[in-house]
């Protein structure tokens, strides 16, 4: 299964973005699918993953922003980004695992990363 992000662009600070991580060559469903985003200087880090049962796991600084989730039938995975801070800025990654959950924040169990898709929030 390979995965492709897609959405970024430029929105000021507050505002709201809708990230797409489309999946080719195999259903998404059989994989948990994790969002990460590396900032310039910064190494990268985890920000959501829905698991292939329905759960879902956010870092703290995105709680109650971030919203992950799935479409089955369109066989993508979505991250909703709302009240969007300049500290958000970073280039977004898709990428898939079937590991434990308990440790679906670790970048070295995925695989599968495309291209990311850069998000700019200006002040």
């Known amino acids: 299964v390979q995965l492709q992000a897609s959405g970024g662009g430029l929105v000021e600070a507050g505002g709201s973005l809708t990230l797409s991580c489309a999946a080719s060559?195999?259903?998404?469903?059989?994989?948990?699918v994790g969002w990460f985003r590396q900032a310039p200087g910064k190494e990268r880090e985890f920000v959501a993953a829905?698991?292939?049962?329905?759960?879902?796991k956010y870092t703290d600084p995105v709680k109650g922003r971030f919203t992950i989730s799935r479409d089955n039938a369109k066989n993508t995975v979505y991250l909703q980004m709302n009240s969007l801070k300049p500290e958000d800025t970073a280039l977004y990654y898709c990428?898939?695992?079937?590991?434990?959950?308990?440790?679906?924040?670790?970048?070295?169990?995925?695989?599968?990363w495309g291209q990311g898709t850069q998000v700019t929030v200006s002040s």
């Open positions: 060559g195999g259903a998404v469903r059989r994989y948990t």
């Open positions: 829905f698991g292939w049962t329905g759960d879902t």
């Open positions: 990428a898939k695992t079937t590991t434990i959950w308990g440790r679906v924040t670790e970048e070295n169990n995925y695989t599968g």
